[in-house]
């Protein structure tokens, strides 16, 4: 039931599309404030020691440092996302744990004067063995890199429903595979950035982010300032993708500089610096083990994966669960058993990519497809089997409300032709299937709901404030064509006030895809608050009835008279004589179970509604050289209902490429603890010539809760790219992936395998 | 990361540059299009006293001929000897390198003198000061050991020019001014052999001018690499046809391209020149992808080389 809408739906240019085409949006690293110092970070070079000693003061006698400091200038207190992964100084005091850790940092007048400044700070380290593999890190007299994380293990969830052993026992067909994959870099075109101001006992802060409350937050506790003190504010981001949800070494630095300084900071990364340093992606090995019935039903799942996990917790049970999650949320498991380890290793620190675990998701989907197959089902038909439908329940006790799963199987199945393709043996050109579910937000206590507020001015403009987050998927934008539709004025009549602690009210932020769902609705709720108040006053002046007033291009019109009508601008200023101007607020909350707990009660409501998609790739191999081509790809998503399609099909392209064409040339080289490509040039991020045609399919399945039906825009791609990538390879193959990236030298391994060839 | 000090000159004449190289002593990094310097001077690993840039000494971007040479000065852009009309006519093998040198928007800044004259390349060495003092220095930067190579007692890092393997495969002979005078020699000639000093080039030499004998040659080029664009060569070959055999470069891999020579292009002969190339590629960890891989494809590569450039003989 799609109802009629003049501006959800339709394809609009986004609000900040013009400033970033022209160059003229401002990022952190375009900031000047007066007076404003730079500062330059000193960085570990030992993967794993304890520090003796740090002498800053030989920096200040340089001319023109304003302020040196260590970890031994603040409190010395760890943070955490949760109370119990509270590990991280920001500033270590005790050991340093990574090449690349922070240590300490001076502010000068130029770039030139601190790296001089730098070059004289004194650090005294008592080098330790290190251990750089999570096998290893797990094992009995492994070097301990937290004195509280026995055998390095950071958080370990084990999930179990049902009886998998007797399941297993029971199966037509069983078999077990190990899938790894090398993590990936962020690569955001904006290398992380801080600007610090601290004056009159406030610290204003900017910094790429995707939770300005959290930050604000964590910097309070970390600095013992008054939260309100502490103001993070607006300014654009060019790119996260999970890497910037949390507080960062970064932003205390500049913080305590500022603070010392009595000017505001400017810290920069280098792009080397943004991948050593900043979040890394996590490597994993993840055992999967299937049993299927005869007819293709899966009636267990076992699985162990490794997460590779760095030096620090970061998100740490979330990101131990996620790949899980977002899985379990698309398929139908009665019997399922999840243990997931995320191990410290003395790496940079890792986090979630979207919803990251392409090893776990690729390796899933790709061993489905070969059981099928000698089960005589092909992949079309096994994801239409055990996929999950609208009403159902994950094993995990999630109820699926709107679900288009089966919807964009058979689009982008249609649209490929997909059946025939896969039957057919052409060598060395395969297609594949990949389907995935999104949660649309997770439990984050009291975080996991948005607020807003809107006012309306006296020439009937708007001005919405929400903490809504945009990391440049388009969401500044979306809450405008709410407001728009649900106001009745153009979207250019609108003004946004998000991301500012001081003023925006809390949000999930660009974190736990909650946006479009969340987010959006508080606006669209705000909103139609505001427009009761216009409605009344309207009908009221034009003679009719409530039910019979339409808000359309600026004007308040009785929907059975037209003729009958008034500027919502005239409603506006006689509120305000009535003194009560136009001004509402609108919350909203999703129906998440907030007694489930990643560790300890896994199991429960876990977000309001998820979004669900099917992508399809096509591939050429090379069977000399073994580069993959990939000619074509089409991806489908449900996204209940697209506010803006144009904005939904960008998310769609990027991730193919991010997620899709990545699945063959992007992966982190390490040796040991040293990144080999922290550079673009090493680090193989697809170029626009690297990628397919591409196809990109919305399906709408109309979601009960969400505004105007809408779900979170795209991210499916992002998380079930890969596997359509893997599963084509296993198509003209005849053999599953056991590494990613699926670079041409692993392929040609995958082929000389299916030769009986060594070498 | 912002460059290191140093002086700027952009003299109009090799007299004037040579006079600048020899009054700062040879404390001086000459500069053409930038892409190889720049990143080296970021990175730390040049540190020069004054960077000459040469690009506005007369004559050096001309690209002339004559019945026996086409004579093309080095300054000249990878891109606008792309374009020239009579390369892809003439010297088929070296428009196709050409026209895989990076991507297009650095074909138009790099130069050729550049791409032929660019420092070897190694994931362990093209880093920052910061990534390298925490590794520790290794031969090339003044140490004492591989990193790439444990145990390692030679430089590994490989030579990655697009276009000298095709320029040896057409026998281009390179022109040089220098402070004791001008040589002109065989392109082969200029490798040393070792990574850590990959040139024998004299102190403050110049090199000037590319000759290629004016002789229509078919040939091919065939390149490894993970991306379209960008990227260099993790291994590459290049082949020109002459009389009923043909000559045969093969680089990215160690300090100098190699190069072969066969009379016959028939199946047994590819197939054993594909074989021998395969077993003279030496390859180490110092790249992406197994070093195991871009050793084999030297065999793939050879063959596919020289049946493209058999294919345009017909």
Redesign the interface.
Known sequence: MGYQTDIIGKRVVRTDSLAKVTGTALYTADMKLPNMLVAKIL????HHARIVKIDTSPALKVPGVKAAISGFDGYGIKWGVFRYTQDHAMLPTDKVRY?GEDVAAVAAVD??TA?EALSRIIVEYDPLPAVFDPIESMKDGAPQIHNEYKNNINIHIHIDVGNVDKAMAEAFLVREDTFKAAGEAYAMMEPYAVVASYANGYLDLWMPNAGPHVRAKALSNLLKIPLNRVRVRHINSGGAFGGRSEVAPGDLVASLLSIKAGRPVKLVL?R?ENA?SSRQVHDIVAVVKTGMKKDGTVIAKDYKVIYDGGAYSSTGPIATSIPFYVYEECYRFPNVRYNGYRVFTNKGIRGMYGCHGRAFLAGNEAQMDIMAKELGIDPVEIRLKNGLTAGETTATKSKITSCGLAETIRAASEKTKFKERWAQKEDNKGIGMGCIAIMCGFPMGFRSGSSCYVKINDDGQVTLVTGLVDNGQGNESMVVQVASEVLGVPMEDINLVNADTEVTNLDPGAYSQAAAFVGANAVKAACENARKRIVSIAAEKLGTEENDIGLKNRMAYSISMPDKKMPISWVVREAFFRGEPIVATGSYFPNIDFEREWVSRPWGQMAGTFSFGTSVAEVDIDP???KITMPRFTAAHDCGRPINPMAVEGQMDGSIQQAGVATI?EGN?W?NG?L???DL??Y?V??A??MPEIETLIVESHDPDGPFGAKEGGLTVRMNAYSAVACAVTNATGKLFSELPL???KV?VLLDDNKGVK? | MILPKFAYAKPKSIDETIELYTRYEGRACYLAGGTDIIPLAKQRLVAPDIVIDLKNIEGLKAIEKNDDFLIIGANTTIFDLKKYPLTKEYFRGFYESLDETSCETLQMRGTIGGNILQNTRCLFYNKSIEWRTARGFCFKMGGAVCNAVPKGNICFSNYCSDNAVSLITLSAELGFVSPKGERRINIEEIFSGNSIKPFNLEPGEILTRIYIPMKKNSGAYEKIRVRGSIDYPLINVAVALKDSGGDVSIGGVGPAPLSYHIDSVDENSVEALAQKAYSDVKTVANTVLTPSYRKRMAKVLVKRAIKRALQEVK
Do not use: A
């Not at chain 1, 960085?43 to 030992?46: C, D, G, I, L």
């Open positions: 960085r570990s070079p030992h090449i770039e030139e790296n280098s080397e050593t000399e050289t073994g040339t080289v040796d040293f080999l490509n922290p040039l090493e193989k697809p170029l010539c690297d670079t041409p030298d040609l070498g």
